[in-house]
């Protein structure tokens, strides 16, 4: 299922629309049903797929053939991409060129059309060399030396391909050693994120063992790859004045480049506005934004990313105004439906805290507000899932969320209730070092139930976890800005200022 999802995906979040594939969709009812309901998210997998379009199970036959001739149909499209009419770089545009003409080439060979397909490999070539596409430069050389090696017998450009397919299997080797480096640094970072204590001492290494290629060569994969092995010499150690210098480096370098080298510069700008946010250096993260956005478009997934790091940044530099201001423009993007779920709910985490401050008087609303106006607690519980398998405490901002909310509405009761499962919560996942702080903070909160929600007993008891949250700030923790929307430090006076103004009331 995953394989036809992610085709659909393609296919309707890039907006290629292609007039042969919809009609020949349209005219298969059956086809047409499997296909909309990929897209809207009404089947869940295949056995619900199965389920519904045949009233069977994802093994039956007729099922299976279906989705095999929608897999066909949809791998054909990809070819079909309008690269011009899309927001693409010059480089992307370049690389979906030279691998169609690639796979043109090596059609019309399996033809022994010769000539035709030699004459498409060698303008490839060009375009692959200028491109630094240095994979398909070997394929295309390799390609050509044994044809005029062995079938025209063209002494001087056998020696010229051969000569030319040596020197870029050098450097392949070099970025694939490169990209086997970075990704041994990462492997376990995507499962747990958790830095090793060896992860800087693994860094350094790898990057000197790189450096003598970078130096020599200085293509774009090697280049790439090289540049984040040295962001994690720095972010493995949180040095992130030195990571800024790095990103610095990068973006130079990359802008020597006779095309628009996409990726990394969003990677490298990505990492500095992290950075910003880490130093709580709201002005420089600010006026970072507008040329951060320039680079993507609107609406696109990175565009939503962009928001999304520019709204941690409002939040850990208590700038909630300004945090206000980036919502409701991301819920109202036309594109928003089009995020996967998981992006959805970090919004709508996002959106919640930012309710949680309005309700603190923290952020002011306009009067034809109804972003704010329309939220239900108990509507974003129920859509936002708690994972129970989850093992790296990203759903620690919920557990903790959750509390705030009851705390402010006063349900006192119901924030008793909730000890025993935060308790077993934090007894099963927030053991490790990288969720120190969030262990912290909740333990702190776990207090005000039994402080009978007293706030001078409250600080009296708390005082070593705050102390202990001072000694490991957020910019040094092991732990991710994710988990921690709001620095907990911030969340804390909020909670004590809301129960010491109960308490006034009270007398």
């Known amino acids: 299922m995953n394989l036809v999802k992610g085709l659909v995906e393609l296919i309707h979040s890039n907006k290629l629309y292609i007039p042969e594939l919809r009609e020949n969709i349209v005219q298969h009812p059956k086809l047409s049903t499997l296909y909309e309901g990929f897209i809207s998210g009404k089947f869940k997998d295949d056995e619900d797929a199965a389920q519904q379009i045949y009233n069977s199970t994802k093994r039956h036959s007729a099922y299976l053939k279906l989705k095999n001739n929608l897999r066909r149909r949809l791998i054909d499209a990809v070819f079909f991409i309008d690269t011009i009419k899309e927001n693409y770089s010059d480089r992307q545009k370049a690389y979906f060129e030279c691998y169609k003409e690639w796979a043109a080439a090596k059609i019309i060979l399996s033809r022994n059309t010769q000539p035709a397909a030699m004459m498409i490999l060698e303008q490839t070539l060009k375009k692959a060399e200028t491109f630094e596409f240095t994979e398909l430069v070997t394929d295309i050389a390799r390609a050509l030396r044994i044809h005029y090696g062995t079938r025209e017998g063209v002494l001087e450009k056998y020696h010229y391909y051969n000569d030319l397919y040596h020197k870029y299997w050098k450097i392949v080797s070099w970025e694939d050693r490169a990209e086997e480096l970075y990704a041994f640094l990462t492997v376990n970072y995507v499962q747990n994120k958790s830095v090793k204590s060896t992860t800087q001492e693994n860094a350094l ?34 040095d992130y004045e030195q990571i800024l210098k790095v990103c610095d480096d990068m973006l130079t370098q990359f802008s020597k480049k006779p095309y628009t080298p996409g990726v990394p510069i969003q990677i490298f700008n990505y990492q500095q506005l992290v950075c910003f946010i880490q130093l709580k250096d709201f002005k420089r993260g600010r006026e970072a934004i507008p040329r951060f956005l320039s680079l ?32 409701p423009k991301v819920f109202k993007e036309k594109s928003y439906h089009l995020l996967p779920a998981s992006a959805k709910e970090i919004w709508n985490l996002n959106l919640a805290y930012a309710v949680f401050l309005q309700r603190e008087e923290k ?16 509507k974003f ?46 007894s099963r996942y927030l053991k490790h070092n990288e969720l120190f702080r969030s262990n912290c903070f909740i333990n702190m909160l776990l207090e005000i139930p039994i402080q009978n929600f007293h706030p001078v007993a409250i600080k009296r008891h708390t005082d070593k ?24 430090e911030d969340l804390w006076k909020i909670i004590i200022t809301h129960l010491e103004s109960r308490e006034s009331k009270k007398d």
């Open 381 to 426: 519980l129920n859509t936002i899932p708690i994972l129970s398998k989850d093992k790296r405490g990203m759903n620690v901002s919920i557990l903790i969320l959750h509390m705030l909310f009851l705390l402010q509405e006063q349900k006192y009761d119901e924030v008793i209730d909730r000890i025993e499962a935060v308790q077993k919560y934090c």
């Open 465 to 488: 976890y705050l102390q202990k949250l001072k000694q490991v700030p957020l910019e040094v923790a092991q732990q991710t800005v994710e988990i921690e929307i709001i620095p907990y």
């Open 296 to 327: 993507v478009e609107q609406g696109s997934f990175n565009w939503f990313k962009y928001h999304e790091l520019y709204l941690q940044l409002a939040f850990h530099t208590a700038n909630y105004q300004d945090a206000y201001d980036i919502l």
């Open 363 to 378: 952020i002011s609303l306009p009067q034809d507000d109804t972003l704010f106006k329309n939220f239900r607690l108990g």
């Open 205 to 238: 290494q790898f990057f000197e063992e790189l450096h003598p290629a970078v130096e020599e060569y200085s293509t774009y994969r090697l280049l790439l790859y090289s540049g984040l092995i040295r962001l994690i010499i720095y972010s493995s150690v949180n």
